[in-house]
């Protein structure tokens, strides 16, 4: 029989390889959660829409509840993943053992499942769901950080990371704390803190490092840019821009937003790769230029408020964000860690370029969406637009994540 027919131990899929590695265990959580978390919002908004499928309403108000699954929930598995793992190699440290992240994958996992029934059932599932994320957050918080206090917070980059995740855990507290006493107030805050305190600054801390390594390791004569002061000078202004959007001084927010524009275009420009580059290196930068796209918008919007009071815009700024930057860096540098360690070749092959392209048509739709009559129909289309671009791509990473490495080697 050849060597690669499916009885070959390349071929074998078994739950328990999914504790051989932090990014096994955590991907595969995050890959089942984008399809679950997209499918009830997609059936929701259909609902909403046309009426069908007839879908119970929560008694928090779906949207709600929707950003934050999105932010704490389904993107939350593949930080910690990413971060469980590169830590212990940023700081020279021992790596973390299946005791450290195998209850924070648990967590992150029951806790959405739980919101989800909570969202279709019963509503003191969503108190379950919100203590076992609360619990797996927290679990995987505290071993990161006892990583950094032996590193004596020399590493920059992870100091960032770190507290990027202890204001996403205030964050979880403030919605926490809401489904107690239903005060609107704490469920914004949970939600405005998970995109500008919590994923904006892991996804910069992350490329800010990251992307630049990585160019200079197949671009010929690449030339690296990444002071720490970028990073220094990022961390006030997007404080800046949570504090403002957190009093609804939306008419000032271009006072952090235009520097942060500048910011993040001068990286931008100072990094892009020139020279012959992978695709696997390409969409890297692509779905980063999605950031002064949305940063451009939100200036436009706070300029428009400033001078009439109307939100022109709507929403399109944060979905420029969630969807263009946060969902393309999504598909790109999760399928560059599982191509990486999985050992299989550096590509990015036709699975994840149909998710990536897919991706930027659904960005521009949902952003059409805030400008049209017909808001929720677009914005359904939106929704089946991810599920279509990322179903392909999740089962094929779950199976690998289910699958011995492809070069033989542990992990």
């Known amino acids: 029989m050849d060597k690669h027919s499916a009885t070959s131990p390349q071929h074998v899929l078994s739950p328990a390889m999914l504790a051989r590695a932090p990014h096994r265990l955590l991907f595969f959580i995050g890959a089942a959660n984008v399809l679950l978390a997209m499918l009830w919002w997609a059936l929701w908004l259909v609902d909403a829409r046309w009426h069908v499928p007839g879908l119970p309403q929560p008694q928090v108000y ?4 929707h950003a934050i699954v999105m932010q704490y929930q389904v993107l939350a598995p593949f930080m910690f993943g990413f971060l469980l793992t590169v830590f212990p190699r940023w700081m020279g440290q021992d790596e973390l053992t299946r005791w450290h992240y195998v209850p924070v994958g648990l967590g992150l996992f029951g806790g959405q499942l739980l919101t989800l029934a909570g969202a279709l059932g019963p509503a003191h599932l969503l108190h379950l769901g919100a203590v076992f994320t609360l619990v797996g957050w927290g679990t995987g918080l505290l071993f990161l950080l006892r990583l950094l206090w032996r590193d004596g917070g020399r590493t920059g980059h992870a100091v960032s990371c770190a507290g990027a995740l202890l204001l996403g855990f205030a964050g979880l507290l403030a919605y926490a704390a809401y489904l107690h006493v239903e005060d609107a107030r704490l469920v914004f805050a949970a939600i405005k803190i998970g995109t500008f305190g919590l994923l904006l600054p892991v996804y910069f801390t992350v490329a800010h490092r990251m992307f630049p390594f990585f160019a200079g390791n197949v671009v010929k004569g690449y030339q690296p840019w990444r002071p720490m002061w970028v990073l220094g000078a990022f961390w006030p202004l997007v404080l800046a821009h949570l504090a403002l959007e957190l009093v609804h001084a939306y008419q000032w927010l271009w006072l952090a937003d235009v520097p942060l524009l500048a910011l993040a275009g001068t990286w931008l420009w100072r990094n892009w790769p020139r020279g012959p580059a992978p695709l696997l290196l390409r969409v890297l ?14 200036v436009a919007q706070s300029l428009a408020y400033l001078l009439d ?3 022109i815009l709507g929403r399109a700024p944060a979905h420029a964000l969630f969807i263009g930057f946060f969902g ?4 790109a540098m999760v399928t560059r860690v599982t191509q990486g360690h999985s050992g299989r070749p550096l590509v990015f092959g ?19 969406a805030e400008l049209v009559p017909d808001q929720m129909a677009w914005q359904a289309a939106a929704a089946l637009g991810w599920l279509l671009a990322f179903a392909p791509w999740a089962l094929r990473s779950l199976r690998i994540y289910l699958a011995p490495r492809a070069d033989g080697k542990p992990g």
């Open 62 to 65: 779906g949207g709600w509840i």
């Open 285 to 298: 930068f692509w779905g980063y230029a999605w950031l002064p796209v949305a940063l451009a918008l939100y």
């Open 309 to 311: 009071g109307d939100f």
């Open 328 to 331: 393309s860096l999504l598909v």
């Open 350 to 368: 036709g699975v994840a370029t149909f998710a990536f392209a897919v991706i930027q048509l659904v960005s521009v739709t949902r952003i059409v």
